[in-house]
Structure formats: C-alpha cells, structure tokens
C-alpha cells in the first residue's frame, strides 16, 4: 500500500521527519468500520518502509475521540459469522504483531475517547500522550467476549496485573489522568496540549540517533513477544465468544444503552 490508498486515515508529512497520521472518521468518533481496522494493519509496513518517516505520531480527527470503538454494524455482522471472525481474527493478530515489528517510534496522541481497536493502537505506541478529560476502556466484556486484543499483551507490564485483571474485567472507564497514574499511558496534559507535547516528543526522536533509539525500541518489544502465545489465546478465546448467546445479548445491550442480562450469568 502507499499512503493515497488509506481511506480514513489521513497523513501530514512534517519537515523533521514526523509524519502525522489522523484517524478520519469523525462523524462516528473515528469508530471502525471493516475499512479502517483493515488499514489499521497495513499502516505500520507503509511507515517502516518510507525513509522520509523517522517518527510517527497517530491521533484522531475532531475534539471527541481518538477511536470510539468498533461500528456496532460491523461488530453485528461478525457475531455468529464464522467468516467474518476469522478475517477480523487474522487482522486483529497483524494490527498487534505490525505495530511490535515497526521499528520508528509511534506516539499516540489520545485526543478522546479510545476503545477496542483505537485503543489497542494508543497503548501499543512507545510513547502515549492522553488528554485530561478522555475515557479510555476495554469494552470487550461488556459485549460478551473476551479482553482479547491487545490487552493480555500490554496491560499487566504498564499498570500491573491486579490493576488489569480489575479493568478488562469489569470494562470500567478510566480518565487521562487516573490512566497516566495506573502507569498505562506516559504523559498526561489539558485538552489543547496533548497534540503539541506529541509532537514535541517525536521531534525529539527524530532528533537522535535512530539506529540507537529504534535497536532500544526492538530490544523493549521482546517483554511484549514474550507474551505472545498469551495474546494468542485471549484473542482466539474473544472470537469463539462471538459465537455465543452472551455476545448477541451484550450487542443488543449496547445497542439499547441498558444494563446486559449474559445468559452465562443467569442462575439455573
């Protein structure tokens, strides 16, 4: 792919070998669709290959969201589809094990609201920075499935296992500045500052030496490959989910904004 085959993520190409990368569906708080979560996989070859990129910098469009989670459509078209979990299996796996193997650094700039595949990129990136007022969360459970992205891999190295083992599986909130405190993000700032502090620290990378900084970065990612064979297991125990009763029931939930009622909960 080139960077004019991305449909919903927009690029600037800054002078000091920053590229900026915006999530650009801002009429649904940047959620995705097939599209995006497809493109989402293929954008950390495009940036590992483009010698004019020595640091990328990834947000989301608008004042609301970096990535509000899957379209409920989408998600709907999965459930009990044995097809269409496989194809999102595979690309859910990639999304993950691409972002590990590119080799420039990434900042997040967590503008909003990040949830399922936005905020597996925003956790993943080696350097996070999250606005005070956002709400971050891994909504799996509430939808009947298994934490199964990125969490298992990231989560008990940033904030510790009690911490994660509490948030993935309750699917509680968590604001930028709680989020920075439990160690799962790097910096937190006002609204208006989560931008340039990204970008300030990518200028910083591109700044130095980056056979010295992107050996550091590899050297780091093996904690998360160690953890490999466990990200592979949660991620197929959240598709076989998908084929059960408690993931029709979780969607038609959030769909209807009330509390869910898992079959797997009721008493017999």
Not at 25 to 47: D, F, G, I, S, Y
Not at 94 to 122: E, R
Request: proline letters at 3%.
């Amino acid at each position: 792919m080139n960077y004019e085959d991305f449909q919903h993520i927009l690029f600037e190409h800054r002078d000091d070998g920053v590229l900026l990368a915006t999530l650009n569906r801002p009429e649904v708080m940047n959620a995705t669709n097939a599209r995006l979560h497809w493109e989402l996989t293929k954008l950390w070859q495009v940036v590992k290959d483009d010698a004019a990129t020595k640091v990328v910098v990834i947000t989301g469009a608008g004042d609301r969201a970096f990535s509000a989670g899957g379209d409920l459509q989408w998600v709907e078209e999965m459930v009990g589809n044995p097809q269409k979990i496989a194809t999102v299996h595979q690309e859910a796996s990639d999304l993950v094990y691409n972002m590990l193997n590119c080799d420039k650094p990434i900042v997040s700039a967590i503008n909003g609201t990040a949830v399922g595949a936005g905020l597996a990129v925003a956790l993943l990136a080696d350097v996070s920075v999250i606005a005070e007022d956002a709400r971050i969360t891994d909504g799996h459970v509430k939808l009947g499935v298994a934490a199964g992205d990125h969490a298992a891999i990231v989560w008990p190295l940033l904030c510790g296992m009690a911490k994660a083992k509490y948030y993935l599986m309750t699917a509680d909130f968590i604001d930028g500045k709680e989020a920075e405190r439990l160690g799962l993000v790097t910096f937190c700032e006002p609204p208006s500052e989560v931008l340039p502090k990204a970008l300030a620290v990518a200028a910083k990378l591109a700044r130095g030496s980056q056979t010295a900084i992107r050996a550091t970065k590899m050297s780091l990612n093996n904690w998360m490959r160690m953890a490999g064979p466990i990200f592979d297991n949660a991620l197929a125990q959240e598709m076989l989910n998908f084929l059960g009763e408690d993931a029709r029931e979780g969607l038609a939930a959030v769909r209807s904004k009330r509390q869910a009622d898992f079959p797997s909960a009721r008493l017999s």
